[in-house]
């Protein structure tokens, strides 16, 4: 197999190439922009551009918990991968929990003959219609990580597209990184405005100058524990400055 072959497993690099223009506009430009927005539409490419795949989901991991890292799922393609990924966070066991911990991809071609003994698995056979899993490494950055969790109803369905599902990843993870420094920056832009609206009510009110009126604003951010973009909307939702001393 080609270097080319093993890339796309029969997929046309045309089909990447949109998605991944796909992704970058979702995470750019588009109205609904986002994190949240970017990982609904990766969840969703993967059930459209990897044929065996029923069911998608991407769950990211930022903290870590008795050596166990803390999942939480970000998107999903049904209530059958919701429910698969509430369940290995409960057993504290499972291919995504491998995945962030080993940074490899894990597979399982069928759930049902697997040898290994797994409550979680045990489960899953009573009550979900998946047989074959793949989950694959998502690296969005140094204090986070996470899994793209691929499922099929199938037994055996998922062998053949890792190499897709690697480029897949490739592009979620780009993806997901520009779209969260976009909502950093945003956030950013937001804080220094409902500041600045505060600072000017607190002129206002007070007759103060600026200096003074963000003085105040850091100092009852200080007394109170808030952060200071929270005062702020305070005082601009009240249209009242915080009481002084």
């Known amino acids: 197999m080609s270097d080319d072959?093993?890339?796309?497993?029969?997929?046309?690099?045309?089909?990447?190439?949109?998605?991944?223009?796909t992704l970058h506009d979702t995470a750019t430009t588009s109205p609904d922009s986002g994190a949240?927005?970017?990982?609904?539409?990766i969840t969703r490419s993967a059930t459209a551009v990897l044929p065996p795949v029923d069911h998608a989901s991407l769950t990211l991991a930022t903290r870590w918990s008795e050596?166990?890292?803390?999942l939480r799922s970000v998107a999903a393609t049904s209530a059958v991968a919701t429910r698969f990924d509430e369940m290995q966070r409960r057993h504290?066991?499972?291919?995504?929990?491998?995945?962030?911990?080993?940074?490899?991809t894990v597979a399982i071609d069928d759930i049902r003959t697997e040898p290994r003994r797994?409550?979680?698995?045990?489960?899953?056979?009573?009550?979900?219609?998946?047989?074959?899993?793949?989950c694959v490494h998502l690296h969005t950055g140094a204090d986070e990580m996470g899994a793209l969790n691929l499922y099929a109803d199938t037994a055996d369905?998922?062998?053949?597209?890792?190499g897709g599902a690697d480029t897949l990843a490739a592009h979620a993870a780009i993806a997901l990184s520009v779209a969260r420094h976009r909502?950093?920056?945003?956030?950013?832009?937001?804080?220094?405005?409902?500041?600045?609206?505060?600072?000017?009510?607190?002129m206002e009110r007070l007759s103060i100058d600026a200096g003074e009126a963000r003085r105040l604003l850091r100092r009852r951010s200080q007394e109170d524990g808030m952060p200071l973009r929270e005062v702020a909307a305070r005082v601009t939702a009240t249209a009242r400055p915080p009481r002084d001393g």
């Open 118 to 134: 797994s409550d979680l698995l045990d489960e899953a056979r009573d009550v979900l219609p998946i047989r074959s899993v793949l």
């Open 157 to 162: 369905a998922l062998r053949d597209i890792a």
């Open 183 to 202: 909502d950093e920056f945003l956030s950013v832009l937001a804080s220094r405005d409902v500041i600045g609206q505060a600072t000017g009510v607190l």
């Open 92 to 104: 504290g066991d499972g291919p995504s929990m491998d995945v962030v911990r080993r940074h490899r």
């Open 36 to 41: 949240d927005a970017v990982a609904a539409d």
């Open 5 to 21: 072959d093993h890339l796309d497993d029969g997929l046309g690099h045309s089909v990447f190439a949109t998605l991944a223009r």
């Open 67 to 70: 050596g166990l890292p803390v």
